[in-house]
């Protein structure tokens, strides 16, 4: 098991900044693909980003490209979402998420085995 708590949500104007961070506990963090996903009121909860398990490779969808960074610390345990430049349509609530080896496909939520209990983070105009 792995149990993942997220933090750094809140409000903040369009434009502003957010970082997001997941504190992993449980099976040695190291193991697993870590990703970010988000979900808006009446939408599916869609990939955000992700980041290789020794944090050498990182993916972005492209809504966020260029001003969302994933990165992780696996001697903290830590994985981070930084956000610049957010827009309203950035507000959703954000999940992090394990993915075990064996499940290549890294934008898809059936590919992570564990989930946090999400992270609010709403953009104001």
């Known amino acids: 098991q792995v149990q993942l708590v997220e933090s750094g949500g809140g409000l903040v104007q369009a434009g502003g900044s957010l970082r997001l961070s997941c504190a992993a506990s449980?099976?040695?963090?190291?193991?697993?693909?870590m990703g970010w996903f988000r979900q808006a009121p009446g939408k599916e909860r869609e990939y955000v980003a992700s980041?290789?398990?020794?944090?050498?490779?990182?993916y972005y969808a492209d809504s966020v490209k260029g001003r969302f960074t994933i990165s992780r610390d696996n001697a903290k345990n830590t994985v981070y979402l930084q956000m610049n430049s957010l827009k309203l349509e950035d507000t959703a609530i954000y999940y992090c998420?394990?993915?075990?080896?064996?499940?290549?496909?890294?934008?898809?939520?059936?590919?992570?085995?564990?989930w946090g209990q999400g992270t609010q983070v709403t953009v104001s105009s």
């Open positions: 980041v290789s398990r020794n944090g050498g490779s990182s």
């Open positions: 998420a394990a993915r075990p080896l064996g499940r290549p496909i890294i934008t898809a939520t059936g590919s992570y085995a564990y």
């Open positions: 449980g099976r040695t963090f190291s193991d697993y693909g």
